[in-house]
């Protein structure tokens, strides 16, 4: 007797089971560090030179450099709470000052050049956008039509695993498979393919950019006050310094700067410190044309500094036979109007001097006098900058120099630049305490002889915090 095939159930083929995408579970950062804006300014202002070292011939100065900054920042402001004292403990403190300096002029690199440190996994994604899979299934009614906006709806591109047909029990295998099949399961593209970007109309062409406007002095000066990125402010200055060619290239820009310290200091009684940093971190910058005084690149920056706070420190007094240049004929240069106009001028000059006074004591308390620029070009090569004492011989000379003087304008700008001083003197200098004791009693002496009681609230202010200052200097604190 035949076997009888058509009883016999045909094999029932399962489809396998979606795939389900492996996510990968983000990457904890760890909690950045927080430092105070008084270690900042401490640490922001060895920048320049950390770079400047970073790309010197001398191999390992860098690192040098910065963890010897680091045990002076240990020295000044200690520990932070999470770590435990011991010289492990320092020593992973250090490691970590070297990573920030590092990792900042990295940051400050890239920026310059336009690019960042995520711009390899952009292109990596522009280049190949993974594909999800849609795990629904589309109404046997529907159209399955897809559209071009936003994302397209591949339907073609790879066939998708569809599952066998199913036969019902004691079917003959020489029937026709059920008329019911899934549909494909659509890919989901992220980025427009070539198709959509082929039916779309091409787009017109942009119109051309406006040309940049001119930077001036007031410009400058906004970019200052806006705390424009370091890289930027520098290709301004740049600009600047090009399209006028000077032997002193950067005084305009030092004027400019001078400028927003005291519009911020008019508004807020604002320091100057964050301004001279932010005027350093973009000389970082400065290419080989930007020359001031014979000095090119970065160096510049500070030189053009250091030049325009000299110049500044000595007050001289508006003479009285001066004339405004409208007023030329001899009966008007001994008019009252003539006099007054003196006055007003007068006055406007003393709170200028007060101002770079004050310049003068945040250029200290930056490093600006530290970093050697004095030095001639046939030296500079051999010698890492000036010594502790070197750098502060010109503002002791000022501290006491105006002490003796008949102005009061110059006591108070005196004992701005003492207090500075104190501030960033080593600590337990017994010679150094003694000294800056006597000049504080001096200049206690020439405030009870003032007469402006603006002038004399402010040396009150300043002598108060001068004391505090000598007496934490005193005990090595």
């Avoid at 010897?68 to 004292?85: H, K, N, Q, V």
């Amino acid at each position: 007797m035949a076997p009888q095939w058509h009883n016999l159930t045909p094999p029932v083929v399962l489809s396998p089971a979606p795939t389900i995408p492996y996510k990968p579970r983000p990457r904890l950062r760890p909690t950045p560090k927080a430092y105070t804006e008084q270690q900042l300014n401490f640490l922001k202002s060895y920048l320049p030179d950390f770079e400047r070292r970073s790309v010197g011939p001398i191999r390992g100065d860098a690192k040098k450099f910065a963890l010897d900054r680091a045990s002076e920042f240990i020295t000044r402001f200690g520990l932070p709470d999470e770590y435990e004292t011991g010289e492990e403990a320092e020593g992973r403190f250090k490691e970590q000052l070297y990573n920030w300096f590092k990792n900042t002029i990295g940051r400050h690199r890239r920026k310059a050049d336009g690019r960042s440190r995520s711009a390899r996994r952009v292109g990596e994604k522009v280049a190949g956008p993974p594909r999800h899979r849609d795990d629904s299934w589309d109404h046997p009614g529907s159209s399955g039509s897809s559209t071009l906006s936003g994302t397209y709806t591949h339907a073609e591109s790879s066939p998708p695993t569809i599952s066998g047909p199913n036969y019902p029990e004691n079917t003959p295998t020489t029937g026709p498979p059920s008329p019911t099949m899934a549909p494909r399961i659509p890919m989901q593209y992220s980025m427009p393919s070539t198709l959509a970007n082929a039916l779309q109309p091409s787009p017109s062409p942009p119109p051309p950019p406006p040309p940049p406007a001119p930077v001036t002095v007031a410009s400058l000066r906004d970019a200052f006050l806006q705390n424009m990125d370091a890289p930027q402010l520098a290709s301004q200055i740049q600009a600047f310094v090009i399209s006028r060619p000077s032997s002193l290239a950067l005084k305009p820009v030092i004027l400019a700067l001078f400028q927003a310290i005291a519009s911020e200091y008019e508004r807020n009684k604002s320091p100057p410190n964050p301004f001279l940093t932010r005027f350093l971190g973009a000389a970082a910058y400065f290419t080989p044309a930007i020359i001031h005084a014979g000095v090119s690149g970065p160096l510049a920056g500070t030189r053009a500094l250091q030049m325009q706070i000299r110049k500044s420190a000595k007050w001289i007094a508006t003479p009285a036979t001066y004339a405004p240049p409208n007023l030329t004929s001899p009966s008007n240069a001994s008019s009252m109007s003539h006099e007054l106009h003196r006055i007003t001028l007068d006055r406007t000059r003393r709170k200028e001097h007060i101002q770079w006074a004050r310049i003068h004591a945040a250029a200290i308390e930056v490093g600006v006098f530290d970093l050697g620029y004095e030095i001639p070009e046939s030296d500079r090569e051999n010698s890492a900058g000036y010594t502790y004492g070197e750098g502060r011989v010109f503002s002791n000379v000022v501290a006491h120099d105006a002490l003796w003087e008949d102005d009061e304008v110059e006591w108070v700008a005196g004992i701005l630049v003492l207090q500075a001083l104190i501030r960033t003197s080593m600590r337990g200098d017994t010679a150094q305490v003694r000294l800056y004791e006597g000049l504080l009693m001096s200049y206690e002496e020439r405030w009870k002889e003032m007469k402006d009681e603006a002038r004399q609230a402010l040396v009150t202010e300043v002598l108060l915090a001068a004391k505090h200052d000598l007496a934490r200097m005193a005990s090595g604190v």
